[in-house]
């Protein structure tokens, strides 16, 4: 009876053990799997322009409207489209419509720099003088800045305008940003944030 008994356990462990074994087809590799975190990784060096202006233009004869055409913009920049004279109507072609403070972001690693874009006469910065910055990493920890991109001086004779440029060291490295000229519009509340804040990744 003993010997039965045994047999019945024997067959059982060995049954068990059959059901718990993988086969080589079954055993996945760690380098295989996928860490979420590391599914997208930002350039090392990285330029942002925060910008909106012109696409193109309407180019018409004498003013007949019905034979106007449309010519798009073939360069990023000051132009003179309306052929007034004065390079200063602005074109956008990098496809990103971006409201707010109008500026260039730019990272190496994890240093950043943030400079506005000037207006034509380089007088003043285009779309606001200040800006608020939060950087973003792929973990979600995230870091911001004010930048006070320009303002005026007093050079003894009278006021002028000076630009500034922004630097500042994170404690990690950014994959995306927001930027806008108020903290009232980083709050996901309402229309207001997309209306008023220019999300952008690296």
Not at 16 to 36: I, Q
Not at 37 to 55: C, F, L, R, W
Not at 81 to 108: F, M, R, T, W
Request: charged share 20%; proline share 3%; aromatic share 14%.
């Amino acid at each position: 009876m003993k010997q039965v008994v045994f047999v019945i356990v024997l067959i059982a462990m060995v049954s068990l053990t059959g059901c718990l074994d993988f086969g080589e087809e079954d055993v996945v590799d760690s380098d295989d799997l996928v860490n979420p975190t590391d599914a997208y990784s930002p350039p090392e060096v990285s330029t942002i322009m925060v910008d909106s202006g012109y696409t193109g233009y309407w180019d018409c004869d004498d003013g007949n409207n019905n034979s106007c055409v449309y010519i798009p913009c073939t360069k990023h920049g000051y132009q003179d489209l309306d052929d007034d004279g004065d390079a200063d109507e602005y074109c956008d072609i990098d496809g990103h419509q971006n409201n707010g403070p109008q500026s260039i972001v730019k990272k190496i690693g994890n240093k950043i720099t943030i400079e506005c874009i000037h207006n034509s006469q380089e007088s003043y910065c285009k779309g606001g003088n200040s800006a608020y910055v939060l950087f973003t990493s792929i973990e979600g920890l995230q870091e911001m800045i004010y930048c006070y991109m320009a303002g005026e001086y007093y050079d003894g004779n009278d006021y002028v305008w000076r630009f500034h440029k922004c630097e500042a060291t994170l404690g990690f490295e950014p994959v995306s940003f927001e930027i806008t000229n108020s903290l009232n519009y980083i709050d996901y509340s309402g229309y207001d944030y997309y209306y008023y804040v220019s999300f952008r990744v690296f």
